[in-house]
């Protein structure tokens, strides 16, 4: 699993990502987190992700993928205070051509977390790692191994403060709040 779909580590403090390659990536099992480490993450291609899943979603016994069918993708985080002082942000993608099953925790496959706030800038800084990889599926499509290429439109979810934050969108009581539209809240 380390071969097919490999963890890659990043600082969310500096603007270099470290994308290691398989002899000096270190091993995520093995890190110990102190309160000087904080805001240390790791995370996985998407594309790494869905050369797994995309043929057991296209072979089984009722297939959800077709030749030809596009595959939609939902992005998805949100941020969680484990203990007093320590924050963690997670990112997550669904393939919402499985319906219902999206539902069902396995059926969400993790792409990054890390632990830090879930600010504007951390975001921002995350959404980094995965600019060029999102450009290239939505342009492209996704290539298969055996070169079907499968068109791919994502979408993008989480509560009110992630949605916001990763929008650049102002607070809840600011004069233009909504996620939507350019209303003035009065």
């Not at 403090?13 to 240390?40: H, L, P």
């Not at 219902?100 to 995350?126: A, F, R």
Request: contains cysteine; glycine residues 6%.
């Amino acid at each position: 699993m380390k071969i097919l779909v490999p963890i890659k580590s990043f600082n969310i403090c500096s603007t270099a990502i470290n994308n290691y390659g398989d002899d000096s990536q270190q091993n995520i099992s093995e890190v110990e987190f102190d309160d000087e480490e904080v805001g240390n993450g790791a995370y996985r291609s998407i594309t790494s992700l869905l050369d797994i899943i995309v043929p057991i979603l296209a072979t089984s016994t009722s297939p959800v993928l077709k030749i030809g069918n596009k595959i939609n993708i939902r992005i998805s985080g949100d941020g969680r205070n484990v203990g007093r002082k320590q924050k963690h942000v997670i990112l997550t993608m669904c393939i919402l051509n499985e319906g219902e099953m999206v539902l069902n925790p396995t059926h969400q496959y993790s792409i990054c977390l890390y632990i830090g706030k879930e600010s504007y800038d951390s975001l921002s800084t995350v959404s980094a790692i995965f600019l060029q990889e999102l450009e290239q599926l939505k342009t492209n499509g996704y290539k298969a191994s055996n070169n079907t290429i499968w068109p791919v439109e994502f979408f993008f979810s989480g509560d009110w403060k992630f949605v916001a934050l990763a929008l650049g969108i102002n607070a809840p009581t600011s004069n233009y709040f909504c996620l939507y539209c350019d209303c003035h809240k009065d």
